[in-house]
């Protein structure tokens, strides 16, 4: 059975970093995209970042360029999401999701559950 399953998140205050990381089961994630999303309390979900089945290609929103670093690791069937400099506003749920295509885009197939980040001093 195909599974994504978040970890990482926590309680950091602000300027804090955190790691989160999307572990795969029950297949491997080597030809695909994984994208990060993230929904606060009331807001609508929102992309966070992309990264490429090969890792050769990454995106970011606007709102953590330079803050955030998407990375995989494929021999341990791993994506990772680098958070530094949090904020109060990054504050969220944060999701994986995997596209059945080896590049970034819009539309994504599997989600895993979530995990809290929240930033608060």
């Known amino acids: 059975q195909l599974q994504l399953v978040e970890s990482g998140g926590g309680l950091v205050q602000p300027g804090g970093s955190l790691r989160l990381s999307c572990a795969a089961s029950g297949f491997t994630l080597d030809y695909y995209a994984i994208g990060w999303f993230r929904q606060a309390p009331g807001k609508e979900r929102e992309g966070v970042s992309c990264?490429?089945?090969?890792?050769?290609?990454?995106n970011y929103a606007d709102s953590v360029k330079g803050r955030f670093t998407v990375s995989r690791d494929n021999v341990k069937n791993t994506v990772y999401l680098q958070m530094d400099n949090l904020k109060p506003e990054d504050t969220a749920v944060y999701y994986c999701?995997?596209?059945?295509?080896?590049?970034?885009?819009?539309?994504?197939?599997?989600w895993g559950q979530g995990t809290l980040v929240t930033v608060s001093s």
């Open positions: 990264i490429s089945s090969s890792g050769g290609s990454t």
């Open positions: 999701a995997l596209r059945e295509r080896s590049w970034c885009g819009n539309e994504y197939d599997y």
